[in-house]
């Protein structure tokens, strides 16, 4: 299917525990995203990437780690979860250049940490 | 500081009447984009418009437009005749041209009544 997809759509895990959330999208987008949703906080950006081999920083990416060795694939890690890790986790991806700018979001991934 | 600012946290409005959500941005880049997004209760993040820095226009896709006010920092969405089903949270998020980076403000719960 083409698209952006998540998995797990849903996760349970314990306090320590590596963890890690997949984003694959189908489009070859040169940009890749990975928001935290929590209440009261809106979205916030973890890690993006504008290109394979290529991530940044986003505002919040203590306790997290991404990769992005092909294009079409960003996974996040939670090395050692937490319970403040406990949020909805969205991927994004968007095409850089033209008259495109329109962020393509998966459908998240609920994660929640004991 | 905050890059995007949403002072509405929750707005009530009748139905068929216009809707204006307020966003404020922040930044010393003179290029740069700015979005808004839906997200319905079911989750998913709908895109809805998008404004470039350098757009003499304003842009409007639909009943959506973006009220730009470059001078003020402001890029305000409008929803003309509200519908039943314009009821979700709204989101505004900026992407600056120094790093491509895409930052979310924290949302307003829109709520259409019948």
């Known amino acids: 299917d083409a698209g952006i997809t998540q998995s797990p759509r849903y996760k349970i895990t314990e306090t320590g525990r590596q963890v890690t959330l997949m984003c694959h999208q189908t489009w070859s987008h040169s940009y890749m995203f990975w928001y935290r949703q929590d209440l009261g906080h809106g979205l916030r950006l973890i890690y993006y990437s504008a290109a394979a081999d290529i991530t940044d920083k986003g505002e919040v990416p203590d306790g997290y780690v991404v990769s992005r060795s092909k294009t079409e694939n960003f996974p996040l890690t939670l090395e050692s979860a937490t319970r403040s890790q406990t949020s909805v986790y969205f991927c994004?991806?968007?095409?850089?250049?033209?008259?495109?700018?329109?962020?393509?979001f998966g459908p998240g991934t609920r994660l929640t940490v004991l | 500081a905050q890059k995007i600012t949403q002072t509405q946290p929750g707005m009530f409005v009748q139905e068929k009447e216009a809707v204006t959500l307020d966003c404020t941005y922040d930044?010393?880049?003179?290029?740069?984009?700015l979005f808004w997004y839906k997200q319905p209760s079911s989750g998913e993040m709908i895109f809805l418009i998008y404004q470039g820095s350098y757009d003499e226009q304003n842009a409007t896709e639909g009943r959506y437009s973006l009220n730009f006010q470059k001078a003020r920092k402001s890029a305000n969405l409008v929803i003309s005749a509200s519908q039943l089903g314009d009821s979700a949270m709204y989101f505004c998020?900026?992407?600056?041209?120094?790093?491509?980076?895409?930052?979310f403000g924290k949302g307003t719960r829109l709520h259409i009544l019948p």
């Open positions: 930044t010393s880049d003179q290029s740069y984009g």
């Open positions: 994004a991806s968007l095409e850089s250049g033209g008259p495109y700018n329109e962020q393509f």
């Open positions: 998020a900026m992407r600056e041209g120094r790093d491509d980076k895409i930052i």
